[in-house]
């Protein structure tokens, strides 16, 4: 196992070029099993999680050909398997995808139950009451989900989701894409990554409607050819970046972002008092003046993302006064606040609600990541801290950045990676 070492204190000044998007690209991946034929994918991040699907889809006899570092091309037609091994499935908890498109292709599907996670409970019944209202039957027993349609077969069905999920929207969308008839998804998550999802799966043949909005139709269709298509950028690694500069001050242009998606975050920044400019397809992101309290909740898309939570908590432990972050997604995502408190912050956490009184800088102090956007936080800190900070279990961050250490070095950052002699911890990845 790896940690980073990171003497801060610098700005930050040049270009980071954006990766494709990790929740796109951990949806995408597995659903290029419905696919019976060809399918190219481009603007694939170089990142762990990625990893760990391309060896699922390789146990399950997918034939993978990268074409260069981002792009691969694969063929699922001769898929010999719909039970991925225990030991891949359980390594990243997006594997739950492997159920909607194992089930929505082949009509059956065996797969290890997510496992716990660092920031609360992650049910998936809202995932499982879609199967159901597809005629699947689904049933749990010794860790695994078995989901089965009659006659190999889902039924178009109208799904209202009790609460706005990215996971079930995604895992709906994907078994309905063959399935008989019109599927309607209603209060659907309206996230980048589904409406990505959305025209993968358009771009290779099937007809879906309305995503990025709350209504998705799905209307089925009998078999998905191939194709060509292109992830998109990484939303929350382009607002990391940007709430790095936020952190040390300095300007950096981010390219290969789409700015629309970027809106729910600059607009906090900038009320931080945080300057962004946007062009067309990058932006750049500055500050030279003191940061500014300000109160932020966390929302489904349009709203402010809460994988952006604990970053643009740990800017905001740096700005004057008194801020209020408050998390409404999920239930324990504060769990990296006794970190930034051992490097001096001002934070008091109760249940949902984190009370942030603005100190003048962080101090260093060995660190732990505790989940990838928690790890991203710490890095965050210890550039802006006054001293050399040690950030260990850094394997969380490189589940969802791609070169973190690389691109920030090439916007003048002092963090290079250190081998922790003896930990070789195995990687656990449940969350994401
Ligand atoms: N929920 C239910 N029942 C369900 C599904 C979800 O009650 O069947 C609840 C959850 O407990 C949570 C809320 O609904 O309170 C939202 O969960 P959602 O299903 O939207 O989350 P997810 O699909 O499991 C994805 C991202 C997360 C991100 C959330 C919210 C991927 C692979 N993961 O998780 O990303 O936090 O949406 O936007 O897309 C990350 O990238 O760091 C990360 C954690």
Known sequence: MNKYVIHGGKPLFGEINISGAKNAAVAILPAALLVDGVCRIENIPQISDVSLFFNILDELGAHIRSRNLHAVELNCHSIRSTHPSYEMARRIRASYYLIGALLGRFGEATVAMPGGCNFGVRPIDQHIKGFTAMGAEVSVEGGFIHASAKNKRLKGANIYLDVVSVGATINIMMAAVLADGTTTIENAAKEPHIVDLANFLNSMGANIKGAGTDTIKVYGVERLGGGSYTIIPDQIEAGTYMAAVAATGGRVLIKNIIPKHMDCISAKLVEMG??????????????????????????????????????????????????????????????????????????????????????????????????????????????????????????????????????????????????????????????G
């Open 274 to 431: 945080v300057t962004v400019d946007e062009l067309d397809d990058s932006l750049i992101v500055s500050r030279s003046t003191p940061l500014v309290r300000a109160n932020v909740k966390t929302m489904p898309y349009p709203g402010f993302p809460t994988d952006m939570q604990p970053q643009i908590s740990t800017v905001l432990a740096l700005a004057q006064g008194t801020s209020m972050v408050t998390e409404s997604v999920w239930s324990n995502r504060f769990r990296y606040v006794d970190e930034l408190k051992r490097m001096g912050a001002q934070i008091q956490v109760d249940g949902k609600v984190a009370v942030i009184e603005g100190i003048d800088h962080f101090v260093a102090a060995p660190i732990q990541a505790c989940d990838l956007r928690a790890g991203a936080a710490l890095v965050i800190a210890a550039l802006a801290a006054q001293g050399i900070t040690e950030v260990s279990c850094v394997q969380y961050i490189e589940r969802g950045y791609e070169d973190l250490v690389g691109k920030l070095r090439s916007v003048g950052a002092d963090i290079r990676v250190e081998e922790i002699p003896g930990d070789d911890a195995e990687l656990e990845s449940h969350i």
